[in-house]
């Protein structure tokens, strides 16, 4: 088991990004903008120059926290963009020996939920997907914006109408607090962390740590590990007591968030949230190791 973390949420540049994850003592970084450019779109000089600073730090990166089929990028918009970065990414992955390639499976806009969008969205995915085979990579789907999130159904029905072993799951313990479930009739009600959790659990290879809830008049607000309704203390104590040993990253959203310009901070307040995040996910992970170890004794 490692930790790492979106450390653009710790500083915009790689020098602060590096210096955080030193600071943290750890040894990775899930990569995804660098002075606000995805790590896979930035040109070829910065790209070197991020290379170069990492060797020197002896800092890795762990995951590509890409673009490809995220948020900005609409089931109802051509997919070329989401193909033409990962066929960007796959080259510059193999330079940094980095594996797993973080997606998302398009956004269905909020008008076109009655519609039925699995075929394209699982032939799409598909398509990436078998990019990532045939380039010896790992896509891993987080369930965050896109058709496969829309519940664990579609996760699951993505997983299957997908069938490579090239695609498995990054599961965000935040993310089903701020989405809604569509299954059913309207209203929608909100996604169960527990319930999207232990259905998809044993397709999960990586993990995000978010945290939060939801206010009476529908605000997101972002919490420490283990103080929001993520049930982030129950879901890796489940993790672990199943054999997890893969990856633990960090995605605070308290201070910064990636994808709204509109939550920003100070400079070195954004520093130290991260820090202090880094520190409490370190603590409640040996919380949990402890717990089970003397379980087992």
Known sequence: MYFTGFADEAAPDIDGQIRATKELGWKYIESRSIDGVNLTMVDDRKFDEVVEKLQQAGIKINCFGSGVANWAQKITEPPDKSY????????RMHRLGTKMIRIMSFAIPPEELDKDWSKE??????????MAEDGGVLCVHENCS?????????????????????LKLVYDTGNPLFHQDVRGPKPYKMQDPWEFYTHVKQHIVYVHIKDGYM?????????????????VREILTDLFDSGYDGGISIEPHMAVVYHDPSVTSEAEVRYRNYIEYGRRIEKLVSEILNQLNEAKK
């Not at 033409?84 to 080259?91: F, L």
């Not at 829309?150 to 699951?156: A, D, G, K, M, V």
């Open 84 to 91: 033409e970065e990962m066929k960007r990414a796959i080259p």
């Open 121 to 130: 969205a699982i032939n799409r995915v598909k398509t990436i997907v078998k």
């Open 146 to 166: 896109g058709w496969g999130s829309l519940s664990w159904e579609h996760t699951l029905r993505l997983l299957e109408g997908v069938n490579s072993p090239a």
């Open 215 to 231: 206010t009476e008049d529908g605000k997101h607000v972002c919490t420490f590990p283990g103080e929001g309704n993520g049930m």
